[in-house]
């Protein structure tokens, strides 16, 4: 693959533009992982807290309000709701108790000088799995009937179908961005710093 395809598939799969990703590299490239996975944390709190439980009562309102021809729409307002209140919770879950403390430690284990410390017990042995789910989040998400869905819901002559569109579509930006923090800057550093350690 040349550099410029890895760059397009790379820009498709999070669809952020390219400044914004250089906002983002810049805030977070060289700030401690610790730092990152508090902010990270604070969104999954947020999204669990507030943003998810909004989003799944607006989708209950718009399918009750959804014209009774609108089946394909209605059916798929539900899948999507099954998929944000589960999939992405025991994703978050999976992060939190495994992949983010293991970081944690990594960074505090390559901070002391060589030596100084028992050998770092902590591995990224999570990491493949955690990287899979992104593949089927970003797809499910970024897919093109979610789009789909949310043009169809543009379209219904109602308030709340209006609502939850615009909605949707700030929820799927937002998980681009926390995407794109996991796996083009924490991840990636994470696995530098474990093989900094292993080579000592
Ligand atoms: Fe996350
Ligand atoms: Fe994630």
Not at 28 to 40: E, G
Not at 172 to 183: I, T
Request: glycine letters at 4%; charged letters at 30%; a negative charge.
């Amino acid at each position: 693959m040349t550099p410029d395809q890895h760059e397009h598939q790379t820009a498709c799969r999070f669809c952020l533009s390219a400044e914004h990703r250089k906002v983002l590299e810049q805030e977070w490239l060289y700030k401690k992982l610790a730092d990152l996975i508090d902010f990270l944390e604070e969104a999954h709190r947020e999204l669990r807290a507030k943003t998810m439980p909004q989003t799944l009562e607006l989708i209950q309102r718009a399918v009750e309000r959804l014209p009774r021809a609108e089946t394909k729409l209605r059916s798929a307002l539900k899948t999507l709701s099954i998929f944000l209140g589960t999939d992405i919770f025991e994703h978050f879950e999976g992060e939190e108790k495994s992949l983010f403390p293991a970081i944690r430690s990594i960074e505090k284990c390559a901070e002391e000088p060589p030596g100084a410390s028992p050998r770092c017990e902590a591995s990224l042995g999570s990491l493949h799995k955690i990287q899979d789910q992104h593949n089927q989040i970003l797809d499910t998400l970024f897919s093109s009937h979610l789009e789909n869905t949310i043009n169809r819901l543009r379209d219904v002559p109602d308030e709340t179908c209006k609502t939850l569109g615009a909605e949707l579509s700030r929820f799927v930006g937002d998980v681009r961005q926390h995407a794109f923090l996991e796996d083009e800057i924490l991840f990636p550093r994470a696995v530098v710093l474990e093989q900094r350690l292993k080579s000592r």
